[in-house]
């Protein structure tokens, strides 16, 4: 069982920049994958961004690509998201997750679930 724990987000105006780090409980090569979603108020949540913790191939979300970047540290055992030029429609719930459907960033039962962290991007 890996518990993740997010850290950074908050609030900023468009076009400013955040950066939100997740640390895990267990080494980080030992998940399939790590990524961050991002949920709506009323919507499910979707994955913006993937990284294979075993290597460091990425995926994003059209909606993102170019302006948000995925890292691992697997000596840190954390994957962070860079998120810069901030967009109004990018204030939702971020959650960090592991071992959902990598190839697709798709959710999945059983998968891990960081607790989530509030961004919020002003006009």
């Known amino acids: 069982q890996a518990q993740l724990v997010e850290s950074g987000g908050g609030s900023v105006q468009a076009g400013g920049s955040l950066r939100l780090s997740c640390r895990s409980s267990?080494?980080?090569?030992?998940?399939?994958?790590m990524g961050w979603f991002r949920q709506y108020p009323g919507k499910e949540r979707e994955g913006i961004a993937r990284i294979y913790t075993p290597g460091t191939r990425t995926l994003y979300h059209d909606s993102v690509k170019g302006r948000f970047t995925i890292s691992a540290d697997n000596v840190k055992g954390t994957v962070s998201l860079q998120m810069d030029n901030l967009k109004p429609e990018d204030t939702a719930m971020y959650y960090c997750?592991?071992?959902?459907?990598?190839?697709?960033?798709?959710?999945?039962?059983?998968?891990?679930w960081g607790h989530g962290t509030q961004v919020t991007v002003s006009p």
């Open positions: 267990v080494y980080i090569y030992q998940l399939d994958c």
């Open positions: 997750a592991a071992d959902f459907l990598c190839e697709s960033m798709v959710a999945r039962s059983g998968q891990y």
